[in-house]
């Protein structure tokens, strides 16, 4: 039953993202009315005498109606003023209206256009097991397609962590900045002096638009993911808690604005925080620090948010990049499609001949499927002992030979490759002739 329901909302997508932006809208506005219930609520009537009692108190209810139509509840009402806690309750609801707009409007956008290319380019026959038609082949794909997107793009947990964003901003800007509690972590902030909780305030503005520019970026970009709220969470905490600690290491003409810059600078990007702080420990122990983990990853790419998600995906080196299954990067990579499979392509020719990669470039060949395209004669699908494929080289004159490489050692290393069918996926993707020759049409 409850796989069948699973199904069932996987089939109808659409259902699990308008569910959670419900949710989520609800818990913000019931958030909206709890903080406001102190400035709403009308005070209690005084006390009448006696005598009043005894003569019929009735005209004391109009003052008591008046006085609550000019309550002030956020300075919604007019009437009214605008609070501290307008402004906080605004400035929070970035986060949790940043991920509806997304989960409504963008989130599905990925998958619609992995979807499509898989249509146009015939990649769906990839994924399907022994299908007996083409629909049924594409039914299997859109199944498994599917079910691996609201894996990585699961709605509710981008909901939950967006909803944490926000509370955690309104419960750090009610702790530091609203008068009323600031007076627990210093002086209240409308004196002369510098109290901690005016460089608390610098690191949790900073965190928090810096987390909004963070958020845009990505938004533009169609590169949100539940994870991304719960950096945005870190960065905050991480932000608010580090403008307390400059407030006692430097100056108060420099404290504030240390704050805040240092905070801003590590919601844009985590990483500058964990490597300060790596800094200064191991400045102050005299220890050195931890060096990241070597990567070769910007051999095959130079852009910097697709390797920022790779990092996110615990992918640092070629050989990863080229051992993980293609829809996965399909999924949680941003960039076009063909983009991801030129990448792949380039880092298939750099792994698996990492030493004539200089001699390859000079004769033109800067891809795998290049070596397939030009030298490939025949690629068949071969039934026993297992699924694979079978590659029939070209017999090349002398002037297609390219100088310092071993030709026949190159086209013998492919055939084992694909004789061994580790790659299939791959191949199939960067190279129209292995595609139809290893997964014919039913």
Not at 128 to 148: I, K, L, S
Not at 210 to 220: A, T, V
Request: hydrophobic share 55%.
């Amino acid at each position: 039953m409850f796989e069948q329901l699973i199904a069932y909302l996987r089939r109808y997508s659409r259902l699990q993202v308008f569910a959670a932006c419900i949710v989520l809208a609800l818990i913000w506005l019931r958030l909206f009315a709890c903080l406001g219930a102190t400035r709403c609520a009308p005070p209690q009537a005084p006390p009448a005498p006696a005598a009043a009692i005894a003569a019929n108190a009735a005209p004391a209810a109009p003052a008591l109606r008046a006085h609550r139509s000019l309550s002030n509840c956020f300075g919604f009402h007019c009437p009214g003023r605008v609070t501290t806690r307008t402004l906080v309750w605004l400035i929070a609801s970035f986060f949790p209206a940043t991920a509806i707009l997304y989960a409504l409007y963008n989130l599905l956008v990925r998958l619609r256009e992995v979807e499509h290319a898989a249509r146009v380019t015939g990649l769906y026959y990839l994924y399907a097991d022994e299908p007996a038609d083409d629909a049924e082949a594409w039914r299997q794909f859109q199944n498994y397609a599917r079910a691996r997107f609201w894996e990585y793009y699961n709605p509710w947990e981008l909901m939950v962590f967006a909803l944490g964003a926000g509370l955690l901003t309104v419960v750090l800007a009610e702790l530091v900045i609203a008068k009323h509690s600031a007076g627990y972590l210093g002086k209240p902030l409308d004196v002369e002096t510098l109290p901690v909780a005016f460089t608390a305030a610098a690191g949790l503005l900073g965190s928090t638009v810096g987390s909004m520019l963070f958020i845009l970026r990505r938004y533009r970009t169609f590169n949100i993911y539940a994870f991304t709220y719960f950096q945005v969470l870190v960065a905050i905490a991480a932000g608010t808690f580090a403008g307390t600690f400059w407030h006692f290491m430097l100056a108060e003409n420099l404290a504030l604005f240390a704050a805040f810059a240092i905070a801003f600078l590590a919601a844009l990007n985590i990483d500058y925080m964990v490597d300060l702080m790596v800094v200064l420990v191991a400045r102050a122990t005299g220890q050195p620090g931890v060096a990241p983990p070597p990567s070769d990853l910007a051999t095959v790419i130079q852009n910097p948010d697709a390797l920022d998600v790779l990092k996110t995906m615990s992918i640092f080196s070629v050989a990863e990049l080229i051992n993980t299954d293609p829809m996965r990067l399909y999924l949680n990579l941003p960039q076009p499609i063909g983009a991801i499979d030129g990448w792949i392509d380039a880092a298939l020719l750099r792994f698996n001949f990492p030493g004539q990669v200089e001699a390859f470039a000079a004769a033109g060949v800067r891809r795998f499927s290049q070596l397939l395209n030009r030298f490939a004669e025949t690629v068949t699908a071969v039934a026993a002992p297992y699924p694979h494929a079978a590659i029939q080289w070209r017999m090349l004159p002398a002037q297609e030979l390219i100088p310092n490489v071993n030709l026949d050692a190159v086209f013998t290393a492919v055939s084992e490759l694909a004789l061994n069918g580790r790659y299939d996926r791959q191949f199939a993707v960067v190279s129209e002739r292995f595609r139809v020759g290893r997964y014919p049409a039913p």
